[in-house]
């Protein structure tokens, strides 16, 4: 871990000098009543009359003063410590089909609302220091949540899904892979260890085509596990259509996505497969820049210095600095 330090208000700094002033005027003074006490006491009548003087002690409570003074006076500059912190880049992307064909109810209640249950599961059981990022995909893709380890903001996007027209898979990895990228770089710029879990009913209709997701995948190196919802007979009705519409689930497109990018591909989805995704994972450490004011620890500083120069300025002088 590095820090570097800087100040908001650096112009106050110059109030430094004028505690450098001080500091020289006290130098000063105290050469001249040196001088003089040499010049004009008797030493062997002062020996006898105070054998005991604080001698160098008593300069003590005025340096303590002056550093204590120039403590308050960088706690006024307002000091900024930046931190590189280790972060956590290991990353997965939720993408969530929000095609129409997704509010066919042969998954109860819906294939959408068992994706979104079943995406919230699998929220619960990542590991905190994950990364998480959301993308829903229709006829166009959309990134709704970087990634991030704020759950909270991830399962408000999963609430927030809506239906509409169009399926574009291929799309929805590509975006998945840009999302991926947003995640701070390790020291040796290595990409950050990630996996794309994609939950649709698997017949892509417009977009890019799934074996150009694919080979994008494959290419970064990013496992795409793909999870899929309906059956054979599921249907949906469309206003202005006398009859439902068939959409059947595409098991194999979905299948196949998992097999070539090294994925898994799942059916009966239960909480002990979800494990099986981000246990594989691994993990990686990457840095950012966190600015802290530390402000308060100058004032504690200088407030402590303080109070030390008064104390020993009573038990060596009886008088406060």
Same mark, same amino acid.
């Given at each position: 871990m590095t820090y570097a330090?800087?100040?908001?208000?650096?112009?106050?700094?110059?109030? @430094?000098?004028? @505690?450098?002033?001080?500091?020289? $005027?006290?130098?000063?003074?105290? $050469?001249r009543r040196k001088q003089y006490a040499v010049r004009f006491t008797n030493l062997n009548l002062l020996d006898t009359v105070a054998p005991k003087r604080p001698g160098w002690r008593k300069h003590l409570p005025a340096a303590?003063?002056?550093?204590?003074?120039?403590?308050?006076? #960088?706690?006024?500059?307002?000091?900024?410590?930046?931190?590189?912190?280790?972060?956590?880049?290991?990353?997965?992307? #939720?993408a969530i089909d929000v095609s129409l064909s997704m509010k066919a109810n042969d998954v109860a209640p819906t294939r959408l609302e068992a994706a979104q249950k079943a995406a919230k599961a699998f929220l619960s059981e990542i590991p905190p220091t994950v990364n998480v990022g959301l993308v829903s995909f229709s006829g166009t893709v959309s990134q709704l949540v970087a990634p991030t380890t704020d759950r909270g903001a991830v399962s408000a996007g999963i609430d927030g899904l809506q239906l509409q027209e169009g399926t574009a898979i291929g799309s929805a990895i590509l975006t998945s892979l840009d999302a991926l990228k947003q995640v701070a770089k390790a020291t040796d710029s290595a990409a950050a260890p990630g996996r794309i879990v994609l939950m649709s009913d698997g017949k892509t209709t417009v977009g890019a085509p799934n074996e150009t997701g694919v080979a994008a995948a494959k290419k970064a190196k990013i496992p795409v596990t793909t999870i899929a919802f309906g059956t054979d007979n599921g249907s949906i009705t469309v206003e202005g259509e006398p009859l439902p519409i068939p959409v059947p689930v595409n098991r194999e497109a979905l299948k196949s996505i998992?097999?070539?990018?090294?994925?898994?591909?799942? +059916?009966?989805?239960?909480?002990? +497969? @979800?494990?099986?995704?981000?246990?594989t994972i691994g993990s990686s450490v990457g840095y950012k820049s966190v600015p802290r004011d530390i402000s308060a620890w100058f004032v504690g500083l200088g407030t402590v210095v303080l109070l030390i120069a008064a104390a020993g300025s009573l038990l060596w002088s009886s008088r406060l600095p």
């Amino acid at each position: 871990m590095t820090y570097a330090l800087h100040f908001n208000a650096p112009e106050r700094l110059l109030l @430094l000098a004028v @505690l450098a002033a001080f500091a020289a $005027v006290y130098v000063v003074l105290h $050469v001249r009543r040196k001088q003089y006490a040499v010049r004009f006491t008797n030493l062997n009548l002062l020996d006898t009359v105070a054998p005991k003087r604080p001698g160098w002690r008593k300069h003590l409570p005025a340096a303590a003063f002056l550093f204590g003074a120039a403590c308050l006076v #960088l706690a006024l500059a307002h000091p900024i410590r930046t931190e590189r912190v280790p972060r956590e880049r290991a990353t997965i992307i #939720l993408a969530i089909d929000v095609s129409l064909s997704m509010k066919a109810n042969d998954v109860a209640p819906t294939r959408l609302e068992a994706a979104q249950k079943a995406a919230k599961a699998f929220l619960s059981e990542i590991p905190p220091t994950v990364n998480v990022g959301l993308v829903s995909f229709s006829g166009t893709v959309s990134q709704l949540v970087a990634p991030t380890t704020d759950r909270g903001a991830v399962s408000a996007g999963i609430d927030g899904l809506q239906l509409q027209e169009g399926t574009a898979i291929g799309s929805a990895i590509l975006t998945s892979l840009d999302a991926l990228k947003q995640v701070a770089k390790a020291t040796d710029s290595a990409a950050a260890p990630g996996r794309i879990v994609l939950m649709s009913d698997g017949k892509t209709t417009v977009g890019a085509p799934n074996e150009t997701g694919v080979a994008a995948a494959k290419k970064a190196k990013i496992p795409v596990t793909t999870i899929a919802f309906g059956t054979d007979n599921g249907s949906i009705t469309v206003e202005g259509e006398p009859l439902p519409i068939p959409v059947p689930v595409n098991r194999e497109a979905l299948k196949s996505i998992a097999d070539e990018t090294g994925g898994k591909f799942f +059916q009966a989805f239960t909480e002990s +497969q @979800l494990a099986e995704v981000y246990k594989t994972i691994g993990s990686s450490v990457g840095y950012k820049s966190v600015p802290r004011d530390i402000s308060a620890w100058f004032v504690g500083l200088g407030t402590v210095v303080l109070l030390i120069a008064a104390a020993g300025s009573l038990l060596w002088s009886s008088r406060l600095p």
